[in-house]
Nanobody
């Protein structure tokens, strides 16, 4: 079993930056891939970024490519999402998730077994 706790969300002006953190506990962190998803009001949860268990490969949604960076520190059991050049359309609840089943990175929410409680990111124009 895995427990995930996100932090770092908040209110920021357009063009600003934030760094989200997700602390994991339970199963050995370096044995599973991690992802970030987001959900805006009235919309479905969407893939944002993912990283392999070793951190050697990442994948991003087209909408955030070049602005967001996912990374992980396996010694600290933490995955990060650095967000720059934020836009109002980035406003959403951001969730980290653990994929304990796949070898490769997946964008599909149903492949992720464990989820955090979410952290709100609000970007004002």
């Amino acid at each position: 079993q895995v427990q995930l706790v996100e932090s770092g969300g908040g209110l920021v002006q357009a063009g600003g930056s934030l760094r989200l953190s997700c602390a994991a506990s339970g199963r050995t962190f370096s044995t599973y891939n991690m992802g970030w998803f987001r959900q805006a009001p009235g919309k479905e949860r969407e893939f944002v970024a993912a990283i392999t268990r070793s951190g050697d490969s990442t994948r991003y949604a087209d909408s955030v490519k070049g602005r967001f960076t996912i990374s992980r520190d396996n010694a600290k059991n933490t995955v990060y999402l650095k967000m720059i050049s934020l836009k109002p359309e980035d406003t959403a609840v951001y969730y980290c998730a653990a994929d304990l089943r796949s070898y490769s990175i997946t964008r599909m929410p149903y492949q992720y077994t464990y989820w955090g409680q979410g952290t709100q990111v609000t970007v004002s124009s």
